[in-house]
């Protein structure tokens, strides 16, 4: 049994590695600092990755996810 709790644990970290900076980068962020955020905190950082709001990508203030203007620089967000 012990086996399988660490396999559990090492497929969760390798998914936090592999999906927090992806997400983060995404959303505006550094895929490099969440990177090693996933490194260190996989699970934390793949839910942090998932709740937070992402940045303009003009002037990188925090935006709604709905956005469809920036309200800090008023640029055009084509979000998908
Ligand atoms: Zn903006």
């Not at 983060?24 to 962020?29: H, M, R």
């Not at 955020?37 to 942090?48: F, S």
């Not at 990188?60 to 084509?78: F, G, M, V």
């Amino acid at each position: 049994m012990e086996i399988i709790t660490n396999l559990i644990f090492w497929i969760v970290w390798i998914v936090g590695i592999i999906f927090a900076p992806r997400i983060a980068s995404n959303k505006g962020y550094s895929g490099f600092a969440w990177f090693l955020y996933g490194l260190l905190l996989a699970p934390i950082a793949i839910v942090h990755a998932l709740l937070m709001s992402p940045l303009c990508p003009y002037c990188t203030e925090k935006i709604n996810r709905n956005a469809k203007r920036c309200p800090h620089c008023t640029s055009e967000l084509n979000n998908t």
